[in-house]
């Protein structure tokens, strides 16, 4: 299994610039996350999807757009890019199991992505 | 809402060393509790979570975590700290009403180990 994969690993784009980051995972899970993570803040959600064909906003959904229509990938898009975009993303997925939803998240390596 | 403060943004121990980050979560009832470790350079893994039952829980790599509910803590602890656990340290909480598995994350702790 390869887990969650993300691509690409890198890239630099210039403002105004699109982009779409894939995320693909291995594991039948339900549930996939984008997360962005910024020195000093920790990871904040971006979107996050508990199904095929679902998408909802998380914490920081601005200027980003998600698409889930494969079960196994959850692509986040970056339709204008700016400054502010500079980040680490990451993706992680997760599985329904038991009486919880909260079970392990297994996270991606991360993109690393910086706008001009 | 919830929410979770790491309040030490950095940590130098020696070798050998004990150590305990904190964590503090605001949440109007009992959350189910995790703590990842980033390596650099690396995606987050998970160490060790609290759903319910013993307070203290054991982890991966050596650590453990007590769920301090009077406190609204769930400090990390490692009793002899390796070169190799130097990395970024991540509390986290998710809501037990939710059916989304979705987490909220503290601001991290970067651990240094001194040789």
């Known amino acids: 299994n390869a887990g969650v994969t993300q691509t690409p690993k890198f890239r630099v784009l210039k403002t105004g610039q699109s982009m779409t980051l894939l995320c693909a995972q291995d594991?039948?899970?339900?549930?996939m996350y984008w997360y962005r993570q910024d020195p000093g803040m920790g990871l904040r959600l971006i979107h996050y999807s508990v199904g095929e064909g679902t998408t909802a906003k998380g914490e920081v959904p601005d200027g980003y757009n998600v698409s889930r229509l494969k079960k196994q990938n959850f692509l986040l898009g970056l339709e204008s890019a700016a400054p502010s975009q500079t980040s680490v993303y990451f993706c992680?997925?997760?599985?329904?199991?038991?009486?919880?939803?909260?079970?392990?998240?297994?996270f991606g390596p991360g993109t690393r992505l910086t706008v001009l | 809402a919830q929410s979770v403060t790491q309040p030490d943004i950095h940590i130098t121990v020696s070798e050998g060393a004990s150590l305990e980050l904190r964590c503090n979560y605001s949440y109007g009832a009992t959350p189910y509790l995790f703590w990842y470790v980033q390596s650099p350079g690396q995606g987050l893994q998970l160490l060790l979570k609290?759903?319910?039952?013993?307070?203290l829980v054991q982890g991966i790599k050596g650590f453990e975590a007590e769920f301090k509910r009077s406190q609204s803590s769930f400090n990390l602890r490692k009793p002899s700290v390796h070169w190799s656990d130097a990395a970024e340290y991540f509390c986290a909480v998710g809501a037990t009403s939710s059916n989304t598995g979705k987490l909220i994350f503290g601001q991290g702790t970067t651990l240094q180990v001194k040789p």
């Open positions: 992680a997925s997760n599985y329904r199991g038991g009486r919880s939803s909260y079970n392990e998240q297994f």
């Open positions: 594991m039948n899970h339900e549930y």
């Open positions: 609290y759903f319910s039952g013993d307070t």
